[in-house]
């Protein structure tokens, strides 16, 4: 059984940082392509970042956002910068099961955590 679970969510300001994390269990995110996706209110979930043994990031999040992860405490990080309004959503982390090529398509990917949301105030 794996599981994900995001913390980190919160309310900032515009230009202001949050760091999400995606703790892992059942599954070490060394040997899985581990994404973030965000949910905003009446839009589809859309792609932000993702990270295996390279990272592939959104257009609309690049020079902004890093996904890293730390092998030790099997987590996966997401560090937004400069936010913006546009950035509010549900963030979810995913995992793929079986597979190294870095994929923006949510159907791609097994496994999901419970989201935690972002609100960035204007």
């Known amino acids: 059984q794996v599981q994900l679970v995001e913390s980190g969510g919160g309310l900032v300001q515009t230009g202001g940082s949050l760091r999400l994390s995606c703790a892992a269990s059942?599954?070490?995110?060394?040997?899985?392509?581990m994404g973030w996706f965000r949910q905003a209110p009446g839009k589809e979930r859309e792609f932000v970042a993702c990270i295996s043994w390279s990272t592939y990031y959104a257009d609309s999040v690049k020079g902004r956002f890093t996904i890293s992860r730390d092998n030790v405490k099997n987590t996966v990080y997401l560090q937004m910068n400069s936010l913006i309004p546009e950035d509010t959503a549900v963030y979810y982390c995913?995992?793929?099961?079986?597979?190294?090529?870095?994929?923006?398509?949510?159907?791609?990917?097994?496994?999901w955590g419970q989201g935690t949301q972002v609100t960035v105030s204007s």
């Open positions: 059942g599954r070490t995110v060394s040997s899985s392509v």
């Open positions: 995913a995992a793929r099961r079986g597979a190294t090529q870095l994929t923006s398509t949510p159907a791609r990917y097994d496994y």
